[in-house]
C-alpha cells in the first residue's frame, strides 16, 4: 500500500491542523492505521492509531484530548485533527499502516507501511 500524507504547515501555538493521508494499493479497509512524528534532533514518536474500522483508536498521552484520529475508507483516507497545537509539537509527521488490526500498536517496527511525511511547524 502506498501512502501519501498532506496538510502540513505553518500554524501559530494554539491552532488547529488537520492532517490526510491517503493510501493507494490494496483495500485500505484491511489496513490499521496511523500516525508518528519527529521533531528535529529527537527520535521518532508515536502519536495515534486506528483499527481498520475506526472503532477503536489509541493515543499517546501527549496528545490525549487533543488530536483525533478518523479514517473514511470509502475514501481510503485517514486523518488527524490536532487542535492547541503546542511549539514543541514542530515535526515531521508521517502516516503508517499495517496489515494487523489489533491489538493496537503503537511502536515503529509494527507498522509495514509508511508514508513520505508532512511537515508541521508550529510558531509561538
Known amino acids: 500500500v502506498q501512502l501519501q500524507a498532506s496538510g502540513g504547515e505553518l500554524v501559530q501555538a494554539g491552532g488547529s491542523l488537520r492532517l490526510s493521508c491517503a493510501a493507494s494499493?490494496?483495500?485500505?479497509?484491511?489496513?490499521?492505521m496511523g500516525w508518528f512524528r519527529q521533531a528535529p534532533g529527537k527520535e521518532r514518536e508515536f502519536v495515534a492509531a486506528?483499527?481498520?474500522?475506526?472503532?477503536?483508536?489509541y493515543y499517546a498521552d501527549a496528545v490525549k484530548g487533543r488530536f483525533t484520529i478518523s479514517r473514511d475508507n470509502a475514501k481510503n483516507t485517514v486523518y488527524l485533527q490536532m487542535n492547541s497545537l503546542k511549539p514543541e509539537e514542530t515535526a515531521v509527521y508521517y502516516c503508517?499502516?499495517?496489515?494487523?488490526?489489533?491489538?493496537?500498536?503503537?511502536?515503529?517496527?509494527?507498522?509495514?507501511?509508511w508514508g513520505q511525511g508532512t511537515q508541521v511547524t508550529v510558531s509561538s
Open positions: 486506528i483499527s481498520w474500522s475506526g472503532g477503536s483508536t
Open positions: 503508517v499502516a499495517r496489515s494487523e488490526n489489533l491489538p493496537m500498536a503503537f511502536k515503529e517496527y509494527e507498522y509495514d507501511y
Open positions: 494499493g490494496r483495500r485500505f479497509s484491511n489496513y490499521a
